[in-house]
C-alpha cells in the first residue's frame, strides 16, 4: 500500500515560470516531510523539508506547502530554470512509531523546463 | 559533500551469482539504508542499518542480505541474483533517524 503518492509522472513547464509538483500522504503518523531532487547517474540530494507543525517553508526559488487536513504537500519553483529538470521525490517520515528509522519516498516526477 | 561511497559504481552478472554491493562513509553517521531505484516504482527500501550489527527489513528485502561489522561500512549481497534484480542501487546515510539522507552515487547493476 503505497504511502506516499506522487500521481504525476511528469510536468512539462517552460522557463520562467511556476513549476508546482504535488504529493499525498496516507499515514496520519507522518509529520516531517522532504522534496530530493535527482539527476540522471546521480544519487537524490536533499532540496527542502517542512515540519508538520508548519504550513510553509520557503528556500529561495522554492517554497513547499503543507495541508495537514487534506494529507497533501506540494513545492512550488519560481521561476523555474532549464537546471531544474530532473526527478523530484517526495518523501515522508514519523518521529514516533509508524515507521521509525526510514523516510517512506513517492514514486517521483519528472520535471522537464523547456528554454 | 558528505563522504560516502558505493562501489562498484557498474556490476555485469550473470544469474545464479552471489553479488555484494559495498556502502562505506566517512561521517560516522549510525544509520545506513539500501535503496533500489527501478522505473515506476520510485525508491524502494531493501534494508536499513540503526547501528553496528543491528539491521532491519525494508520493503522489498527478499532476495537480499546485509551485514554492518562496521560504523563505516554497510555490504548488500544478493545471494543468487536474478533477472529482477536488475537495478539502480543506492546507499544513504543520516545522523538522525526520520531526517534528511545524504545519498551515495549510486551502482547500476545488471544481471543477465
Known amino acids: 500500500d503505497q504511502q506516499v503518492k506522487q500521481n504525476s509522472p511528469s510536468l512539462s513547464v517552460q522557463e520562467g515560470r511556476i513549476s508546482i509538483l504535488n504529493c499525498d500522504y496516507t499515514?496520519?503518523?507522518?509529520?516531517?516531510f522532504l522534496w530530493y531532487k535527482k539527476y540522471p547517474a546521480e544519487g537524490p540530494t536533499f532540496l527542502i523539508s517542512i515540519s508538520s507543525i508548519k504550513d510553509k517553508n520557503e528556500d529561495g526559488r522554492f517554497t513547499v506547502f503543507l495541508n495537514k487536513s487534506a494529507k497533501h504537500l506540494s513545492l512550488h519553483i519560481v521561476p523555474s530554470q532549464p537546471g531544474d529538470s530532473a526527478v523530484y521525490f517526495c518523501a515522508a517520515s514519523a518521529e514516533s512509531g509508524g515507521s521509525n528509522y526510514k523516510l517512506t519516498f513517492g514514486k517521483g516526477t519528472l520535471l522537464t523546463v523547456n528554454p | 559533500d558528505a563522504g560516502i561511497t558505493q562501489s562498484p559504481r557498474h556490476k555485469v552478472t550473470e544469474t545464479g551469482t552471489p553479488v555484494t554491493l559495498r556502502c562505506h562513509q566517512t561521517?560516522?553517521?549510525?544509520?545506513m539504508y539500501w535503496y533500489r531505484q527501478d522505473p515506476g516504482h520510485g525508491l524502494r527500501l531493501i534494508h536499513y542499518s540503526y547501528g553496528v550489527k543491528d539491521t532491519d527489513k525494508g520493503e522489498v528485502s527478499d532476495g537480499y542480505s546485509v551485514s554492518r561489522s562496521k560504523t563505516e561500512d554497510f555490504l548488500l549481497t544478493l545471494e543468487s541474483a536474478t533477472s529482477s534484480q536488475t537495478s539502480v542501487y543506492f546507499c544513504?546515510?543520516?545522523?538522525?533517524?526520520?531526517?534528511?539522507?545524504?545519498f551515495g552515487s549510486g551502482t547500476r547493476l545488471t544481471v543477465v
Open positions: 499515514n496520519s503518523m507522518f509529520d516531517y
Open positions: 544513504a546515510i543520516s545522523r538522525l533517524p526520520n531526517y534528511g539522507y545524504t
Open positions: 561521517e560516522n553517521h549510525r544509520y
